[in-house]
């Protein structure tokens, strides 16, 4: 059973930078899609970006790109915040599959994985 740990979240001042890490216990991630969800209180949980695995195909939503960057390092997939605004608060969760039928744009959709960290959440405040 693959697990997921999150780390990296906290409080931070709106226009600071987060990175958020996601490490996978046991297995190789590299062989995983893998993608960060977003959770705010009384929304939806939402893609916010997804990488894939053998050319690490990188997609970011619209709302965040160009300050959102997503990457991969051997069994740790981060998520770079920069710019944060108050509206990026929420719940970050990284999440696995090995369902690799998708491009990574259509993958980036929380009911398209499997496995799933427990959460960690990220505020943005003065």
């Known amino acids: 059973q693959l697990q997921l740990a999150e780390s990296g979240g906290g409080l931070v001042q709106p226009g600071g930078s987060l990175r958020l890490s996601c490490a996978a216990s046991?297995?190789?991630?590299?062989?995983?899609?893998v993608g960060w969800f977003r959770q705010a209180p009384g929304k939806e949980r939402e893609g916010l970006s997804c990488i894939t695995p053998a050319d690490d195909s990188t997609y970011v939503i619209e709302s965040v790109k160009g300050r959102f960057t997503v990457s991969r390092d051997k069994n740790t997939v981060f998520l770079q915040m920069n710019s944060l605004e108050p509206e990026d608060a929420g719940t970050y969760t990284c999440?696995?599959?090995?369902?690799?039928?998708?491009?990574?744009?259509?993958?980036?959709?929380?009911?398209?994985?499997?496995?799933w960290g427990q959460g960690i959440q990220v505020t943005v405040s003065s």
């Open positions: 046991e297995f190789i991630l590299g062989y995983y899609a």
């Open positions: 999440a696995a599959t090995r369902n690799l039928a998708f491009t990574v744009r259509d993958i980036c959709t929380p009911g398209k994985f499997d496995y």
